[in-house]
Structure formats: C-alpha cells, structure tokens
C-alpha cells in the first residue's frame, strides 16, 4: 500500500517552518560537512511531513502523539529547534506566531 502524499495548506506552513529552522540552525556552520548533513536533515524532515498520518490535522511537533523519527533525526532535529526556536522571532516574526498560535489552539483543543 502506497501513502498519498500531504500537499495541503497546513502542511506546506509546516514545511516552510521546519525549512526556516533548518536553515537559521545550518547558517552558524561554514564547513562541508554541515552542508551535507543540512541536505541530509532536509531530506528526511520533509519525507517525514509528506507522509504525516495526521495530513491537514497535524499538530506541531512538540505536541504531536506521534514521534514519527528515527532516533537520530529526532534527537538532531530537537537540537535544531532549541536553537533556531527563539530565533525565529527575529528572522521570521509572522511564520512563529503562527507556528506558536497553532500549537497553543492544539493545546486548547486537547484539554476540553
């Protein structure tokens, strides 16, 4: 059975959000090595949020019930935004209120 790909609103923020991590993170490395691990984290990050089983529905990754990574990737990926989480604020204001305003409804959602 072949998983259809998530290509809606919601997941597209949630790639561009995900990408602006990525890359406020990657831009303190000036080194190769970096480069081919961004590619690498960049790769996966998005074949994970194509393939979301919650699709439209997806809660941020802090809140989801779901730990859908590898080990590796989700313990690189955590490192990735303590860094670049209260950054976003500077380099992207709009895009982390967002991100912050649909984790905090997620969160309200749940409890009621």
Known sequence: ??????????????????????DIYYKQFDDEAHDIEKVDV?????????????????PTCKVCPVHCYKK???????QIMRYAGPRMMIYHPVMSLEHFFKEFRYNNKRTK
């Not at 072949?2 to 991590?21: H, L």
Request: charged share 35%; proline share 2%; hydrophobic share 30%.
């Open 42 to 58: 960049e790769t996966y990050a998005m074949t994970r949020l194509s393939y979301c089983r919650f699709g439209e529905d997806k």
């Open 72 to 78: 590796s990737y989700k313990e690189k990926m955590q």
């Open 1 to 22: 059975m072949v998983k259809e790909i998530n290509n809606g609103p919601k997941i597209s923020f949630e790639r561009k959000t995900v990408q602006a991590m990525i």
